[in-house]
């Protein structure tokens, strides 16, 4: 093995340490199946390595890895469409104890989110629970950073009213 290659493979122990969790949480957030999440992880973290052999360097590795989970999530449920599970049976399904906690946030979080127009519930995600900046959900969504703080405003005055009429 080259000490190029090496360099590459301590470069991405380190970016897999750092990020895993992070992509990990935003893949199960919107899928909510640990094995398919992990899969899912794993997966970016494969491109991302043979995209750091094949062309020497990834010029914005968080922004490569944002946009790559995003779009694997969305490969997911094209993939996944005819065999996808309503929100209601999730309930149905076993989780194991070790995934309880954040499984019990998904459903929380999807409930709450269910009724608002996917491209709002969505920013809400990226913004609140991701951590991104309404910059980074404008790249990664390709539309306006203006486009994204409207979504977001309207998604947090909709949810903020049923909050408050449920008292």
């Not at 149905?92 to 709450?112: A, C, G, L, P």
């Amino acid at each position: 093995m080259s000490k190029e290659t090496e360099q590459k493979i301590v470069e991405l122990e380190r970016i897999v340490a750092e990020r895993q969790d992070w992509l990990f949480r935003f893949a199960y957030m919107r899928i909510g199946r640990r094995e398919d999440a992990e899969d899912l992880v794993q997966e970016v973290f494969l491109k991302l390595f043979k995209a750091m052999n094949k062309s020497g360097e990834v010029d914005d590795i968080e922004r490569y890895l944002i946009r790559s989970i995003s779009n694997a999530c969305h490969d997911y449920f094209r993939r996944k469409r005819q065999t996808m599970i309503p929100i209601d049976e999730t309930l149905q399904i076993t989780v194991d104890e070790s995934d309880k906690q954040i499984h019990e946030e998904f459903m929380r979080i999807n409930k709450m989110l269910d009724d608002i127009p996917p491209e709002q519930a969505e920013t809400l995600r990226l913004k609140c629970y991701d951590g991104l900046t309404f910059k980074q959900i404008g790249e990664l969504q390709d539309i306006p950073e203006a486009t994204v703080k409207s979504r977001y405003r309207y998604a947090i005055t909709t949810l903020s009213k049923r909050v408050n009429s449920k008292g």
